[in-house]
Protein backbone atom coordinates (compact mmCIF):
# COMPACT_ATOMS: atom_id res chain seq x y z
CA UNK A 1 0.00 0.00 0.00
CA UNK A 2 1.16 3.36 -1.43
CA UNK A 3 1.63 6.37 1.32
CA UNK A 4 0.73 9.73 1.52
CA UNK A 5 3.77 12.21 2.28
CA UNK A 6 1.45 15.00 2.45
CA UNK A 7 -1.14 13.66 4.81
CA UNK A 8 1.27 12.35 6.78
CA UNK A 9 3.14 15.01 7.01
CA UNK A 10 0.52 17.41 7.47
CA UNK A 11 -0.50 14.92 10.70
CA UNK A 12 2.66 15.35 12.16
CA UNK A 13 2.42 19.26 11.62
CA UNK A 14 -0.68 18.97 13.55
CA UNK A 15 0.49 17.08 16.32
CA UNK A 16 3.21 19.27 16.47
CA UNK A 17 1.27 22.30 17.07
CA UNK A 18 -1.00 20.42 19.70
CA UNK A 19 -0.97 23.13 22.53
CA UNK A 20 0.90 22.07 25.53
CA UNK A 21 -0.95 21.90 28.83
CA UNK A 22 0.79 24.10 31.61
CA UNK A 23 2.81 22.30 34.06
CA UNK A 24 0.85 21.93 37.37
CA UNK A 25 4.05 22.82 39.64
CA UNK A 26 2.95 26.63 37.75
CA UNK A 27 -0.02 26.97 37.98
CA UNK A 28 -0.24 25.57 41.76
CA UNK A 29 2.51 28.06 42.41
CA UNK A 30 0.37 30.94 40.53
CA UNK A 31 -2.66 30.16 43.07
CA UNK A 32 -0.23 30.41 46.04
CA UNK A 33 0.92 33.83 44.88
CA UNK A 34 -2.63 34.64 44.67
CA UNK A 35 -3.95 33.00 47.61
CA UNK A 36 -6.66 31.76 45.78
CA UNK A 37 -7.70 27.94 46.56
CA UNK A 38 -7.53 25.48 43.70
CA UNK A 39 -10.84 24.70 41.99
CA UNK A 40 -12.40 21.85 43.95
CA UNK A 41 -9.89 22.78 46.76
CA UNK A 42 -10.35 20.52 50.17
CA UNK A 43 -10.78 22.82 53.23
CA UNK A 44 -6.38 22.15 54.08
CA UNK A 45 -5.69 24.09 50.91
CA UNK A 46 -8.58 26.60 51.58
CA UNK A 47 -6.89 27.07 55.03
CA UNK A 48 -3.51 27.76 53.16
CA UNK A 49 -5.10 30.23 50.69
CA UNK A 50 -6.87 31.92 53.32
CA UNK A 51 -3.37 32.04 56.01
CA UNK A 52 -1.80 33.45 52.65
CA UNK A 53 -4.46 36.19 52.38
CA UNK A 54 -4.12 37.12 55.68
CA UNK A 55 -0.34 37.05 55.96
CA UNK A 56 0.19 38.97 52.77
CA UNK A 57 -1.90 42.15 54.05
CA UNK A 58 0.33 44.46 55.78
CA UNK A 59 -3.24 45.81 57.69
CA UNK A 60 -2.98 42.46 59.33
CA UNK A 61 0.31 43.38 61.04
CA UNK A 62 -0.65 46.79 61.92
CA UNK A 63 -3.46 46.39 63.19
CA UNK A 64 -1.84 43.38 65.60
CA UNK A 65 0.45 46.03 66.79
CA UNK A 66 -2.10 48.28 67.44
CA UNK A 67 -4.05 46.60 69.40
CA UNK A 68 -1.04 44.96 71.40
CA UNK A 69 -0.01 49.00 72.14
CA UNK A 70 -3.23 50.03 73.25
CA UNK A 71 -3.53 46.81 75.60
CA UNK A 72 -0.37 47.65 77.12
CA UNK A 73 -0.38 51.22 77.33
CA UNK A 74 -3.94 51.27 78.59
CA UNK A 75 -2.84 49.21 81.53
CA UNK A 76 0.09 50.96 82.19
CA UNK A 77 -2.67 54.35 82.51
CA UNK A 78 -4.90 52.40 84.45
CA UNK A 79 -2.48 50.87 86.94
CA UNK A 80 -0.80 54.22 87.38
CA UNK A 81 -4.04 56.00 88.04
CA UNK A 82 -5.28 53.26 90.70
CA UNK A 83 -2.26 52.74 92.71
CA UNK A 84 -1.41 56.75 93.42
CA UNK A 85 -3.06 57.66 96.60
CA UNK A 86 -2.88 61.54 95.91
CA UNK A 87 -5.83 60.92 93.28
CA UNK A 88 -8.65 61.67 93.63
CA UNK A 89 -10.93 58.77 92.46
CA UNK A 90 -14.93 59.28 90.53
CA UNK A 91 -17.36 56.98 92.65
CA UNK A 92 -17.60 53.66 90.75
CA UNK A 93 -14.07 55.29 89.08
CA UNK A 94 -11.10 52.58 88.76
CA UNK A 95 -9.26 53.97 91.85
CA UNK A 96 -12.64 52.58 93.83
CA UNK A 97 -11.64 49.38 94.02
CA UNK A 98 -8.79 48.59 91.74
CA UNK A 99 -6.27 47.99 94.07
CA UNK A 100 -9.02 45.26 95.42
CA UNK A 101 -8.22 43.09 92.29
CA UNK A 102 -5.37 45.04 89.91
CA UNK A 103 -5.67 41.70 87.75
CA UNK A 104 -9.05 42.89 86.70
CA UNK A 105 -8.00 46.57 86.58
CA UNK A 106 -5.12 45.72 84.41
CA UNK A 107 -7.09 43.44 81.66
CA UNK A 108 -10.01 45.37 81.78
CA UNK A 109 -7.88 48.46 79.88
CA UNK A 110 -7.96 45.50 76.92
CA UNK A 111 -11.40 47.06 75.60
CA UNK A 112 -10.38 49.09 72.90
CA UNK A 113 -7.84 46.26 71.97
CA UNK A 114 -11.04 44.43 71.97
CA UNK A 115 -12.75 46.71 69.03
CA UNK A 116 -9.36 46.55 66.59
CA UNK A 117 -9.68 42.78 67.16
CA UNK A 118 -13.06 42.69 66.12
CA UNK A 119 -11.89 45.10 63.37
CA UNK A 120 -9.52 43.03 61.53
CA UNK A 121 -12.09 40.03 62.03
CA UNK A 122 -14.62 42.23 60.06
CA UNK A 123 -11.98 42.60 57.15
CA UNK A 124 -11.08 39.06 56.75
CA UNK A 125 -14.62 38.40 55.55
CA UNK A 126 -15.47 42.11 53.90
CA UNK A 127 -12.59 43.01 52.62
CA UNK A 128 -12.81 40.44 49.81
CA UNK A 129 -15.64 41.51 48.82
CA UNK A 130 -14.29 45.59 48.62
CA UNK A 131 -12.03 44.25 46.33
CA UNK A 132 -14.05 41.83 44.32
CA UNK A 133 -11.64 38.92 45.02
CA UNK A 134 -14.64 37.18 46.33
CA UNK A 135 -15.77 35.87 43.39
CA UNK A 136 -12.55 34.10 42.76
CA UNK A 137 -12.63 32.19 46.43
CA UNK A 138 -16.35 31.02 45.63
CA UNK A 139 -15.31 29.69 42.07
CA UNK A 140 -13.00 27.71 43.63
CA UNK A 141 -15.04 26.50 46.78
CA UNK A 142 -18.75 26.42 45.18
CA UNK A 143 -19.76 24.44 48.68
CA UNK A 144 -19.15 28.07 49.92
CA UNK A 145 -19.25 26.91 54.10
CA UNK A 146 -15.48 25.31 53.83
CA UNK A 147 -14.36 29.31 52.86
CA UNK A 148 -16.07 30.50 56.31
CA UNK A 149 -14.80 27.67 58.17
CA UNK A 150 -10.94 28.39 56.32
CA UNK A 151 -11.59 32.17 57.63
CA UNK A 152 -12.58 31.10 61.07
CA UNK A 153 -9.79 28.49 61.47
CA UNK A 154 -6.89 31.00 60.49
CA UNK A 155 -8.07 33.95 62.21
CA UNK A 156 -8.64 31.36 65.83
CA UNK A 157 -4.67 30.39 64.72
CA UNK A 158 -3.14 33.86 64.45
CA UNK A 159 -5.44 34.93 67.72
CA UNK A 160 -5.21 32.82 70.30
CA UNK A 161 -1.61 33.20 70.96
CA UNK A 162 -1.64 36.85 70.49
CA UNK A 163 -4.50 37.36 72.28
CA UNK A 164 -2.61 35.48 75.39
CA UNK A 165 0.27 37.18 74.47
CA UNK A 166 -1.41 40.28 74.78
CA UNK A 167 -3.20 39.86 78.33
CA UNK A 168 -0.10 38.90 79.61
CA UNK A 169 1.74 42.17 77.87
CA UNK A 170 -0.80 43.78 80.19
CA UNK A 171 -0.78 41.90 83.08
CA UNK A 172 3.35 42.75 83.08
CA UNK A 173 3.24 46.49 82.00
CA UNK A 174 0.78 46.77 84.91
CA UNK A 175 2.48 45.05 87.32
CA UNK A 176 5.84 47.41 86.35
CA UNK A 177 3.43 50.29 87.14
CA UNK A 178 1.60 49.62 90.64
CA UNK A 179 5.12 49.29 92.48
CA UNK A 180 4.73 48.17 96.05
CA UNK A 181 1.09 49.05 95.61
CA UNK A 182 0.01 46.04 94.51
CA UNK A 183 1.05 42.17 93.79
CA UNK A 184 0.26 40.29 90.78
CA UNK A 185 0.08 36.47 91.89
CA UNK A 186 0.99 35.08 88.44
CA UNK A 187 1.18 31.10 89.74
CA UNK A 188 -2.40 31.71 91.45
CA UNK A 189 -5.39 29.67 89.39
CA UNK A 190 -7.46 32.80 89.79
CA UNK A 191 -5.05 35.11 87.69
CA UNK A 192 -4.56 32.15 84.67
CA UNK A 193 -8.37 31.77 84.66
CA UNK A 194 -8.68 35.59 84.41
CA UNK A 195 -6.00 35.92 81.75
CA UNK A 196 -7.38 32.66 79.73
CA UNK A 197 -11.00 34.76 80.02
CA UNK A 198 -9.94 37.81 78.35
CA UNK A 199 -8.60 35.97 75.80
CA UNK A 200 -11.39 33.99 75.29
CA UNK A 201 -13.08 37.50 74.97
CA UNK A 202 -10.95 39.42 72.58
CA UNK A 203 -11.22 36.49 70.15
CA UNK A 204 -14.77 35.83 70.54
CA UNK A 205 -15.09 40.25 69.54
CA UNK A 206 -13.47 39.19 66.40
CA UNK A 207 -15.47 36.35 65.58
CA UNK A 208 -18.16 38.43 66.21
CA UNK A 209 -16.62 40.96 63.73
CA UNK A 210 -16.15 38.00 61.22
CA UNK A 211 -19.94 36.99 61.57
CA UNK A 212 -20.73 40.56 60.91
CA UNK A 213 -18.64 41.05 57.56
CA UNK A 214 -20.15 38.19 56.40
CA UNK A 215 -23.50 39.22 57.07
CA UNK A 216 -23.13 42.73 56.00
CA UNK A 217 -20.57 42.50 53.53
CA UNK A 218 -19.60 46.04 53.85
CA UNK A 219 -16.65 46.78 56.04
CA UNK A 220 -18.15 50.47 57.41
CA UNK A 221 -21.54 48.85 58.16
CA UNK A 222 -19.94 46.13 59.87
CA UNK A 223 -17.55 48.00 61.98
CA UNK A 224 -20.63 50.23 63.20
CA UNK A 225 -22.66 47.63 64.05
CA UNK A 226 -19.65 45.88 65.94
CA UNK A 227 -19.42 49.21 67.87
CA UNK A 228 -22.45 49.89 68.63
CA UNK A 229 -23.38 46.15 70.11
CA UNK A 230 -19.94 45.97 72.21
CA UNK A 231 -19.22 49.08 73.15
CA UNK A 232 -22.76 51.23 73.38
CA UNK A 233 -25.59 49.18 73.79
CA UNK A 234 -24.59 48.02 76.89
CA UNK A 235 -23.97 50.79 78.97
CA UNK A 236 -26.99 52.55 77.93
CA UNK A 237 -29.06 49.05 78.54
CA UNK A 238 -27.52 49.15 82.47
CA UNK A 239 -29.40 52.21 82.99
CA UNK A 240 -33.15 50.60 82.40
CA UNK A 241 -34.63 49.40 85.35
CA UNK A 242 -36.57 46.54 84.44
CA UNK A 243 -35.93 43.70 85.35
CA UNK A 244 -35.73 42.00 81.58
CA UNK A 245 -33.71 44.51 80.39
CA UNK A 246 -31.19 43.96 82.71
CA UNK A 247 -31.42 40.50 82.20
CA UNK A 248 -30.55 40.83 78.76
CA UNK A 249 -28.07 43.51 79.45
CA UNK A 250 -26.12 40.80 81.34
CA UNK A 251 -25.58 38.48 78.33
CA UNK A 252 -23.48 40.80 76.33
CA UNK A 253 -19.90 40.28 75.73
CA UNK A 254 -18.42 43.01 77.89
CA UNK A 255 -20.54 41.97 81.24
CA UNK A 256 -18.85 38.30 80.49
CA UNK A 257 -15.28 39.55 80.00
CA UNK A 258 -15.36 41.43 83.61
CA UNK A 259 -17.37 38.33 85.17
CA UNK A 260 -14.38 36.56 83.59
CA UNK A 261 -11.20 38.91 84.36
CA UNK A 262 -12.65 39.63 88.44
CA UNK A 263 -10.10 37.44 90.64
CA UNK A 264 -12.25 37.57 93.94
CA UNK A 265 -15.73 36.16 92.08
CA UNK A 266 -17.37 39.86 92.30
CA UNK A 267 -18.66 39.17 88.69
CA UNK A 268 -22.17 39.30 87.39
CA UNK A 269 -22.15 35.87 85.57
CA UNK A 270 -20.33 32.28 86.65
CA UNK A 271 -17.61 31.27 85.25
CA UNK A 272 -19.63 28.72 82.87
CA UNK A 273 -22.42 31.43 82.23
CA UNK A 274 -19.74 33.64 80.72
CA UNK A 275 -18.35 31.18 78.83
CA UNK A 276 -21.47 30.49 77.49
CA UNK A 277 -22.05 34.07 76.82
CA UNK A 278 -19.15 34.77 74.61
CA UNK A 279 -19.04 31.57 73.02
CA UNK A 280 -22.66 32.31 71.54
CA UNK A 281 -21.65 35.59 70.20
CA UNK A 282 -18.69 34.13 68.35
CA UNK A 283 -20.49 30.98 66.73
CA UNK A 284 -23.96 32.30 66.00
CA UNK A 285 -22.94 35.46 63.53
CA UNK A 286 -20.41 33.31 61.92
CA UNK A 287 -23.10 30.05 61.44
CA UNK A 288 -25.35 32.88 60.37
CA UNK A 289 -22.95 34.74 57.50
CA UNK A 290 -22.59 31.04 56.46
CA UNK A 291 -25.73 30.89 56.07
CA UNK A 292 -26.14 34.07 54.26
CA UNK A 293 -22.60 32.83 51.87
CA UNK A 294 -24.42 29.95 51.54
CA UNK A 295 -27.74 31.46 49.80
CA UNK A 296 -27.12 34.44 48.65
CA UNK A 297 -25.33 35.47 45.43
CA UNK A 298 -21.77 36.88 45.29
Do not use: C
Not at 198 to 218: K, P, Q
Amino acid sequence: MSTNPLTDGSRTTTSAASPVPAPRAHRSQHRADTGTAPSGATLPRAVLAEWTKLRSLRSTWWTLLIALALAIGFAALIAAVISNPDATQPRGGPGANGLADPVAAALGATGFSALVLGVLGALVASGEYATGSISSSLMALPRRWPLVVAKASVLLAVLVPFTLVLSLGALWMAQVVYGDAATIDWTASETVSAVLGNSGYLVAVALFGLGLGLLLRATAGAITFLVAVVFVAPPLLQLVTWDWVKAIAHRFPDVAATSLQSTTGTGVLSDVAAWLTLLGWAVVPVALGALALQRRDA
